[in-house]
């Protein structure tokens, strides 16, 4: 997997939350407390309580792409030609298009991140990119 070629081109990883201090510390009460009604998959297998987990610091911080994380009330500011539905999702985005690579639907069965890796590499493999 190489998009770091063309700038052009980012995985934007989308959370199933909002922005902002007070969302992050509801969501973290919210993840303790009944992490089985939890709603987004990607920050439940992304982060700890202490912040993003080493695992997956170290693939995104290696991987051979772009990426970028935001959260659902910014993606219309930032991404307007992403239209989602269900959250969370990772999109490929290249100039003004946007392709889904994985659904919230593919983030459902997932437990961990070696799980997420796999996924995403298979995706990334599939859209040969």
Known sequence: VNLVTDRRRTLV???NAN???L????DLVHKTVSPSTYPCKLCDITYGVTGMRRAWASFIKQADFKSVF???DLLPIHYPQILVGELPAIFLVEDLRAKEVIS?????PLEDIPS????LESKMTLLKV
């Open 70 to 72: 935001t959260y659902r």
């Open 19 to 21: 922005s902002g201090v």
């Open 13 to 15: 990883f989308v959370y």
């Open 104 to 108: 919230a639907n593919e983030f459902i």
């Open 23 to 26: 969302n992050a510390l509801a």
């Open 116 to 119: 997420l890796i796999s996924l």
